[in-house]
């Protein structure tokens, strides 16, 4: 579908008039929202654009006393939804739904949850009763300041008869999503905005969520989210389907309030702490530690790139232009647990996120920030697209796109294809690079003993390049040694060739001390 803008003027906006609010829709975020009125993605796509017109108003923290200094760790172990308590455990349908609770500073916000039915919205009342406080959480001592933060979804996704997360909204417009057999890591948002820029981030937040109540016959959960943010008001439907791979189906409108010169459409946000192409900053008993280990791309040229990711000493920009991106995300590739040793994180078993664009998303980029990690625990890993002319305001701004939580990207593999990089260092000191290709001696154009290789370096020079077949089938390993020219960052790139054309994914790694 082709990037534009779009209005429904005359019956939106007399449709947005008749509709019933939620606190959120106040100005003034009275608690007196309606229990039950009509809903419909019209009427909310209505009242969307007409929220956009209003001056943005901070919500107000929900949190009560006895629960305002818990920690991320706290908030996520010490309080706890009761299963008997959980929204529509009692009925004949394939999930179930558990609300999350306010508390310490980074879940303080109130979230409305509202379940829809035969075209009307009704209210998921709040109760601490239907909550588990264990230390050092207590009981709000006071429910009026307490609220639903977000929520998470449950279905039979290993097997059946046992239902467990799979889809988690909570934190700002956070979400995270996994397969059948796997635990959670990677994150993606609804929109980045303005995100490694000057000036600060803007960080919108999911308000209110509408959740489609199933058929006992459906294999997809359907939620709305509305997001509100000093630069925009956002609306969103996720069609979620669980399964060996979960694929969330996406449309989001955007009516930005200002212009939005760095706007980071479908951002998907990861950890990546070492590995083989990135030495850990201390000893360290696992060989890797990383929820994602390189970002991959299928460019508009049918080009497909394999970019290994860095925990940099200082912030690092990689973008990459394109016209009609046709994927991207962050990949974990490495599924062996010998490959990483933690039987606690289970890192072989986190998701990889791949954005798959419905239609055409024009011109743009596709932009990596990587940021310095003193600790495993820091998300430091960011990409996104962004539309080369930003978002302006007074329109709305309407993009699809499919999203992939899985074990391996769903893309048709005809090129030799990157399965490791490692570095060192050579006696001259300069930087040492072993890079693995997979699968060259089945991909388009592949011949085994006519294969070449090229290549080049943005800064600083390329040595003693070489390609020989390695001991597993199919395998090409590449070695070449690079001399960095002073401290300036460079981006290094190779590719198999045969006969002058590239037969393998574009290998590109960024150089910094």
């Known amino acids: ?37 009509p809903f419909s993605e019209e009427l909310l796509d209505a009242f969307a654009r007409r929220r956009a017109d209003e001056p943005f108003k901070a919500p107000e923290k929900k949190v009560d006393e006895a629960l305002a200094n818990l920690t991320y760790e706290q908030h996520n172990r010490a309080i706890v939804y009761k299963d008997d308590q959980a929204i529509w455990r009692n009925d004949n349908v394939p999930f179930r739904l558990e609300p999350y609770h306010t508390a310490g500073a980074i879940f303080a916000f109130p979230v409305e949850l509202f379940q829809v039915e035969a075209g009307r919205a009704t209210k998921i009342q709040y109760s601490a009763d239907a909550f588990e406080f264990n230390a050092p959480a207590k009981a709000p001592a006071t429910p009026a300041q307490s609220d639903f933060a977000g929520f998470h979804a449950q279905a039979q996704i290993d097997r059946l008869g046992v239902f467990r997360d799979f889809l988690r909204f909570l934190g700002a417009t956070n979400f995270r999503a996994i397969a059948s057999g ?30 489609e109540r199933p058929r006992p ?20 439907k996720f069609t979620v389907t669980p399964g060996f791979d979960t694929i969330i189906d996406t449309e989001a409108t955007i009516y930005p309030r200002r212009r939005i010169a760095y706007a980071g459409i479908a951002p998907i946000a990861s950890r990546f702490f070492f590995g083989p192409s990135a030495a850990p900053k201390r ?102 697209w962004r539309p080369k002319d930003g978002l302006g305001p007074g329109i709305g701004h309407r993009y699809r796109y499919r999203m992939h939580w899985c074990w391996t990207p769903p893309i048709e593999n005809r090129r030799a294809s990157v399965s490791q990089t490692r570095i060192g260092e050579t006696k001259s000191g300069d930087i040492a690079f072993i890079v693995d290709f997979a699968n060259t001696e089945r991909c388009d154009g592949c011949n085994p003993s006519a294969i070449a290789t090229q290549v080049t370096a943005s800064a600083g020079e390329v040595r003693n390049v070489r390609v020989a077949a390695g001991p597993e089938a199919g395998m090409q390993r590449l070695r070449f040694e690079y001399a960095p020219s002073g401290s300036d960052p460079a981006d290094l790139r190779a590719q198999l060739l045969v006969d002058g054309k590239a037969v393998s994914e574009t290998w590109i790694f960024r150089w910094a001390r």
């Not at 947005?16 to 939620?22: E, G, H, K, T, Y």
């Open 217 to 236: 016959v459906d294999q997809s959960l359907v939620v709305h989210g509305l997001f509100d943010s000093v630069s925009a008001v956002g609306r969103y």
């Open 182 to 211: 796997q635990v959670f890591g990677v994150s993606a948002r609804a929109l980045a905005i303005n995100t490694g820029q000057t000036g600060g981030e803007d960080f919108p937040l999911f308000r209110s969520f509408w959740i």
């Open 1 to 37: 579908m082709d990037r534009r803008t779009w209005l429904k003027l005359a019956a939106s906006t007399a449709a947005a008039a008749a509709f019933p609010l939620p606190s959120f829709a106040q100005i003034n975020l009275s608690p007196d929202s309606p229990d039950s009125y």
């Open 283 to 384: 000893r360290d008993f696992r060989p890797r530690v990383h929820d994602s280990e390189a970002l991959a791309i299928l460019n508009g040229q049918g080009e497909q790139i394999w970019r290994p990711l860095l925990n940099p000493e200082r912030l690092q920009f990689s973008v990459f232009v394109d016209k009609g991106p046709r994927g991207f995300g962050l990949i974990q590739k490495e599924r062996s647990f010998a490959a990483y040793q933690d039987t606690d994180a289970q890192f072989e078993k986190r998701p990889s996120l791949w954005i798959e664009p419905v239609g055409d998303w024009g011109e743009g980029s596709i932009d990596l920030i990587e940021l310095p990690a003193p600790e495993e625990v820091n998300e430091n890993i960011v990409c996104f």
